[in-house]
């Protein structure tokens, strides 16, 4: 099946700091990316949805700006989680889709990243 | 507002012994249902996607059901392995929502020696 990776798998940043989380289809197209985030013994929550090339659409309640979402290509969409609170800490997932499949495309996701802020 | 329920929370059997999970959803336009394995600390894998008109779909020791009329799925594990511990989500799309995901909150599975 597809694979979609994330780097990193673990990052721990100081309050206050940028940290970039990178998610890559590594042997198919991925037309749209998904950025989701989990807390412990919940359900992922869709953050944003990108289409490469163009801008991402994000969720209700989702900030834009602190969460910069950047999809340049077709395998590779990025997470910038900007002026990182403790509160940010949590297992951030990436899914990737090739909607060309049509209605029943399979989404595909990465391993997660966890993030912690000190 | 789209839903999806997932019973039981939370499920421990003996290894070898087959358990069936239950997932009710409110999710319209219905496009398709999907159940994922998902382990602690990694991402969901796909166990099986089921259209409207796809009343059973089998990937080895799991056996996903779906009924659209009553909106109601299962997922059958048969002969439970340690590896099968992990949690496992239901996941219903709507058609045209650009394959927007409704989540179940998922049942942890322990399976013990």
């Known amino acids: 099946g597809a694979v979609v990776s994330q780097h990193p798998s673990r990052v721990i940043c100081k309050s206050g700091t940028s940290v970039k989380i990178e998610c890559r289809s590594l042997?198919?197209?991925?037309?749209?990316m998904f950025w989701y985030r989990q807390f412990p013994k919940q359900s992922l929550m869709l953050m944003a949805t990108?289409?490469?090339?163009?801008?991402?659409?994000?969720e209700q309640g989702v900030e834009k700006d602190k969460f910069l979402i950047n999809h340049a290509s077709l395998t590779l969409s990025t997470l910038t989680v900007t002026s990182a609170h403790p509160e940010d800490s949590s297992f951030y997932i990436c899914?990737?889709?090739?909607?060309?499949?049509?209605?029943?495309?399979?989404?595909?996701f990465g391993p997660g990243t966890r993030l912690t802020v000190t | 507002k789209n839903q999806v329920e997932q019973s039981p929370q939370s499920l421990i059997i003996l290894e070898g012994k087959n358990c069936t999970l239950q997932?009710?959803?409110?999710?319209?336009?219905?496009?398709?249902l999907r159940w994922y394995k998902q382990d602690t600390g990694r991402g969901p894998v796909s166990l099986t996607i089921?259209?409207?008109?796809?009343n059973t779909k089998s990937n080895g020791r799991y056996t996903a059901t779906l009924d659209a009329d009553t909106k109601q799925s299962s997922l059958h594990i048969t002969a439970s392995q340690l590896s099968d511990s992990a949690s496992y989500i239901c996941v219903v799309s709507s058609l045209g929502g650009g394959n927007k995901l409704t989540f179940g909150t998922g049942t942890q599975l322990k399976v013990e020696l």
């Open positions: 089921m259209t409207f008109s796809e």
């Open positions: 042997d198919f197209q991925a037309t749209t």
């Open positions: 899914s990737a889709s090739d909607i060309r499949q049509g209605e029943s495309y399979e989404q595909y």
């Open positions: 990108s289409n490469e090339g163009s801008k991402a659409t994000y």
């Open positions: 997932c009710n959803y409110t999710v319209s336009p219905f496009s398709n």
